[in-house]
């Protein structure tokens, strides 16, 4: 009869398996990082992306245990779990709705930023892009319109097609979150803080935005969880996941960046506490985790390495230091680098309670939280801070402290303008966080002055009042007043259709300039087809005959600035026909004018 291995012989096969898996994983990252550089930017990555996934699920493969069968069912779950599962299955169904409904009505408005999302996805689709490794527009990662190219595919140029991926995400976004709050502070407030974020207008409005922002709670979720899994459980795979996880968001948005960073503080702020032994305990799992992370961040931090410029795009553009608007502040307002600075601190820090955003992204034109529950914020936030320091710290709440603080510090003071909404989107769990701590620990106050208190029903009647409150926010006051990237955007929105009808049989000549271009990316991305350009300089005299084609037609556009010069054009066609297109913006009527002249039935081919 065969002898069962000793455990001796399994424990060392396993490590042997273990070695094998990694080392294989360090040749296929080795690989990639070979190849990249002697890629054109038209080259074929098929082999590069696959050897790069495989690299990561090898190193993911050592880590794990393979014990069959596995100890946990999912029948005992749904049998100890089951209302808890329930519940948060229904607070996930509502904030889909939310998400989902009318996605490609609300807002009504297609952004640029989403167009030009749109517009990288069709290079993708036209194999324009190749390469997922590097960045595109604004120092994007070119991976975004690789993962949205199979909406667009399915559904073409339209809204849905550009917000339906980026729904999902803020929906599974929710899923993440309660089960990092359950892991750090329990089932309570794992409940009360996913339902809050479920209905946060601010999670919400760029969960319905064809743009890769609201990946960030996600990702950042997902990480924490992980991590704290690892520092739980002290098991291998799952700190593997969470460097993985880390390295995998530098593909998807330039705010996971900031992750690394969380980590890094998190494992500052333990050293502090528990000194060396923290070390002693966990330092196997700290380098699977950095492990995990190189393998999977490798080709994106070669890139950054080789072409810091494109890497770093979008900083450069909106850094304070780099941008050189630190010192034009300075020159302008008169005073020193740390007055400024302090000011854009308490402008991002006060965010959610006192300033308005300054951009076009959201455009809400109040902070982020109403007073009511951005003072119970202010509450969560300030015992969150207390319990996080002092000889008996709960280290448990510190990470959404250190998310806040790292976010309000690197993403609201050293960028401009702030406040900006995509930048402190990342924000919006760690503030559903504190308003659900500063819910709960009120409550939990005045049980001990009332203990017939119903606590649970209060913070299921604050959890309504908030929901009433933010989503009359969004969908009633803020969606149809149409604020949501600008008027010029709306007008491309709205005239669209239109440009559409007239593409085959009309050339467009658009007088928008210097406000609006007809090469806008919302036009671009919405009216591929029609031949036009933009009327650059205003018309001093009569419109040149040729602006028509002969035996063709053509279509003047008028913005109200440059209506004026309508006559110009009816001097040399005069026999047109005027329409008008009118937008609502804020409550106002804007106006654009159309002017269509055809000179297909005049006989010679010259229109008298």
Known sequence: ???????????????????????????????????LPQLSPSSDTRIESLAWVLAI?????????????????????????????????AVCLVGFVVRAWRLGDIPHTLGGDECNFGGDTLKALRGEYRNPFVTGIWGQPTMNFFCLSWSVRLLGRTAVALRLPWMLVGTLSLFAAFFLVRRLKGTRLALLTTALLATYHYHVHFSRLGTNNISDPLFGSLILLFFYRGLDGRKLLDWAIGGAICGAGLYFYTGARFFPILIAM????????????FLRRHWMGLLIFLGAFLVAAAPMIQYALRHPNEFNARLNLVGVFQSGWIEREMAARKTGQIAILADQFRRAALAFNYYPEKTYHYALPQPFLDPLFGAIFLLGLGYAALRALGPRADRRIAPFVAWWLGVTLLAGTLTQPTPNSPRLLTLALPVCFFVALGMDRALTLAKDAFPRIPTRALLVCGWLCFSIISLKTYFVDFSPRNLYAGIHWLISTDIAPRMNELAPTHRIHFFGAPAMYWTSPTLRFLVPEAEGGDVLEPLKGPAPRDMVPEAGAAAFVFLEARLGELEQVKKTFPDGITETVTVNHDGRPVTVTLYRVSRAEEPGGAKP
Not at 19 to 30: F, P, Q
Not at 60 to 87: C, I, K, Q, V
Not at 266 to 277: K, P, Q, S, T
């Open 57 to 89: 699920l090898l190193y993911l493969s050592a880590m794990a245990s393979w014990r069959f069968p596995f100890s946990w069912s999912l029948r005992d779950a749904l049998r100890s779990r089951r209302w808890e599962l329930l519940t948060l299955l």
């Open 266 to 277: 998190i494992v500052g702020y333990m050293l502090v506490y528990d000194r060396l032994a």
């Open 1 to 35: 009869m065969a002898q069962k291995p000793s455990r001796e012989t399994t424990v060392h096969a396993a490590r042997a398996l273990r070695g094998l898996g990694v080392l294989l994983a360090a040749g296929l990252t080795t690989f990639v990082l070979w190849r």
